[in-house]
């Protein structure tokens, strides 16, 4: 695995070795799960059957992150609304405003285009100021959350524990009936120090230990050195990583979560990239920053389209 000049080879190294111990070939990704859906209009779109080879429908959301104003979130839906209709079968889309953002988005955007908010707390609603309860997420439209982001593990004013952000997860999923996109990543010193697998593996734990059902649960891997850095893992790095989350759930939840739940790629994807990513076995899809404010996201969006490839 031959490392991008940003990674030093004592990282490559470390996630080699960090990598090596799960014997990642037991896993066979990419292998039908589902049979055609008949009855579409029964389930939740998350869950419908996928036209992908491996069943996982790919899935592509946007995180504007505390970016953009009311005009400014009118024009870019404008622009994606004129894009052609998805092929619903083949991918997902969610974009994820700032939370004052989430009603008036939802009221503009598209059909086939979901709405997420970017945090909730961890119960219902009570004397906790400035907190949102996730049922009033619900409330406005949006049918998906943004849990546990780098940026809310890491930021000295916020330092969301894991366990913070599983309450977050289980109270979201179950008293809200919202989806959750659940983040997960490493430092850049925790991948030089060949952590990688170890703090991906803590977080999901922490999720493992809250809930019981998976299937409203998109994982979304982002290295933190990657995220608005220009840097970005290799294909084949990414994968990596992937592959062994997905052992991870095999091992430690069950071999159908391993199957069906989707994992995403996040840190600095855009069109340039995003179509190399997408071939890869292990990713679902993306989970995008900066690239996801601009019209041009719609190419990342576009980039289902190669795994489609294996169904024809």
Not at 122 to 145: C, H, N, Q, R, Y
Not at 244 to 269: A, F, H, M, P
Request: aromatic share 8%; glycine share 8%.
């Amino acid at each position: 695995m031959a490392p991008p000049a940003f990674v030093t080879s004592t990282a490559s190294a470390a996630l080699t070795s960090g990598l090596s111990h799960l014997g990642l070939g037991v896993v066979s990704p990419r292998r039908p799960l589902y049979a055609p859906n008949t009855n579409a209009g029964s389930q939740p779109r998350f869950y419908m059957a996928s036209s992908s080879p491996d069943g996982r429908r790919f899935f592509v959301g946007g995180n504007w992150k505390c970016n953009l104003n009311k005009s400014a979130i009118a024009d870019l839906v404008a622009a994606f609304n004129e894009a052609p209709p998805l092929d619903r079968d083949g991918v997902d889309v969610v974009v994820a405003p700032p939370s004052i953002y989430v009603d008036s988005t939802r009221q503009i955007l598209r059909n086939d285009f979901a709405v997420s908010a970017q945090n909730s707390w961890i119960s219902k609603g009570g004397a906790f100021t400035g907190e949102l309860d996730a049922t009033m997420i619900k409330d406005v439209g949006a049918e998906w959350v943004i849990l546990g982001h780098s940026e809310r593990r890491h930021i000295p004013q916020l330092k969301e524990t894991d366990e913070t952000v599983a309450k977050k997860a289980k109270y979201a999923l179950e008293n809200a009936d919202l989806s959750v996109i659940f983040c997960i990543g490493e430092l850049l010193e925790e991948r030089e120090a060949g952590q990688t697998i170890a703090v991906c593996e803590r977080q999901l734990n922490a999720l493992k230990q809250a809930i019981s059902d998976w299937t409203r649960v998109v994982i979304a891997y982002e290295p933190v050195w990657a995220i608005g850095t220009g840097k970005v893992a290799t294909p084949e790095q990414a994968e990596d990583v992937h592959r062994s989350l997905r052992l991870w759930l095999k091992q430690n939840v069950s071999e159908s979560v391993s199957d069906q739940t989707r994992i995403l790629y996040g840190g600095s994807v855009s069109p340039a990239n995003c179509v190399e990513l997408a071939k890869q076995d292990n990713i679902d899809g993306f989970l995008v920053g900066g690239a996801s404010m601009k019209p041009t996201f719609m190419e990342i969006v576009d980039s289902y389209k190669v795994t489609l490839a294996g169904a024809v």
